[in-house]
């Protein structure tokens, strides 16, 4: 199955022949806009699989918040704040979650559908990767399954398709989908039409989206 994008190097020999001049300085700039020049757009499907065993993974939505909030019947108990050590902030029922200093919080919406007529291995979001000006970032995850974030109405991906961190199987059929969020921490000041996010779908595909 082919690859779903191609990635291209650029060292500085590109730019080593005579007469490169700004023309060449502003294609340069755009050609490195994103790390991806071939990414998909948002709600634009890729295939992955083979024979009975084939899927399309669509990431929908990015969002950029300066904190979060959050509520969970499990670890909202005065029992368990003692446990942990360090009260929560809790307002209105929620906790607020903020970042370090100088990030924000990525919140991207990914769906993995199996298209076959055999149950499908979900990646799991460590395979989800954010890029941005040269950096990985990985997933950070909520505290739990039970968690749910004020304003988002999907779960955390990884505890649709099981167990938070791993890898899963999802049964064929758009109502299978494993359908959910991923939060990643990254700079305050990131511009999403820098960004993508990679998946790497299965041994032989990988496919990025740019974020906006």
Known sequence: MRRLYQLTTC???CNSRPGAAA???NHRNAATATPYPGALVLNQPATFGNADRTGTATVYKAIVWSYYNWT???LNSPHSQLQAGVPLG???GYNTQEPSAGNAFLIVYVRITDTGTLGLVAPSPRQF???YDGKDYTYSSVAGSDVNVRNIYVPQYDYVIGT?????YILPGDSNAA???LIYEVPATIDLSRASLVITLDANNRAAWALG
């Open 11 to 13: 060292t500085s020999a």
């Open 23 to 25: 023309g060449d300085r």
């Open 72 to 74: 969970s019947p499990s």
């Open 90 to 92: 809790i307002q209105n």
């Open 129 to 131: 990767t954010v890029n």
């Open 164 to 168: 938070g961190g791993e890898a899963g």
């Open 179 to 181: 359908d959910g969020f």
